[in-house]
């Protein structure tokens, strides 16, 4: 009993960590629409928009201690117009009025050109960020 409770425990903190994931990850170029940096009293804030699967999709969330499955970062200096990658599952892109919260921006990724794209997708077949 002690073992099936410890197997239990495992695969439920497995599972809860496993979910900020996005499952059949694909990547594309998203351009910040707006971004609200945090404070002690406002949680940060990201609205961005990218290009999926001839789709021209949108999210917006906050930062995950605010209910949001993502974090926004809250001391970088990003402005409107900057790009960084964007995960989302193809599988679910754009499925209500070109609004997805089936994508998240990632920070650590910043896109300059096309070199960069390229450059982070061949490193995510290896190395997917977490």
């Given at each position: ?6 197997l239990?425990?495992?695969l439920?903190?497995f599972?809860?960590?496993k979910?900020?994931n996005?499952?059949?990850a694909q990547y594309?170029?998203?351009v910040v629409?707006?971004?609200?940096g945090g404070?002690?009293?406002n949680?940060a ?5 990218f ?5 021209n999709c949108?999210?917006?969330y ?5 209910g949001?499955?993502w974090e ?7 402005t ?5 990658m964007v ?6 892109i754009c499925?209500t ?10 920070f650590?990724?910043?896109?300059k ?5 390229v450059?982070?997708?061949n490193?995510?077949k290896?190395n997917?960020?977490?």
């Open positions: 009993m002690k073992i099936f409770f410890c239990l425990t495992f439920s903190l599972c809860s960590c979910k900020y996005i499952d059949n594309a170029i998203g629409y707006e971004y609200q404070n002690q009293h949680s804030l990201i609205n961005y928009t290009v999926a699967n001839n789709c949108r999210n917006q906050t930062n995950k201690e605010y949001s499955k926004v970062p809250s001391v970088y200096s990003i409107k117009g900057n790009m960084f995960q989302y599952n193809p599988n679910n499925s009025q070109g609004f997805d919260d089936n994508s998240r921006m990632l650590d990724y910043p896109v050109d096309s070199s960069d794209y450059k982070y997708v490193q995510f290896t997917p960020p977490q």
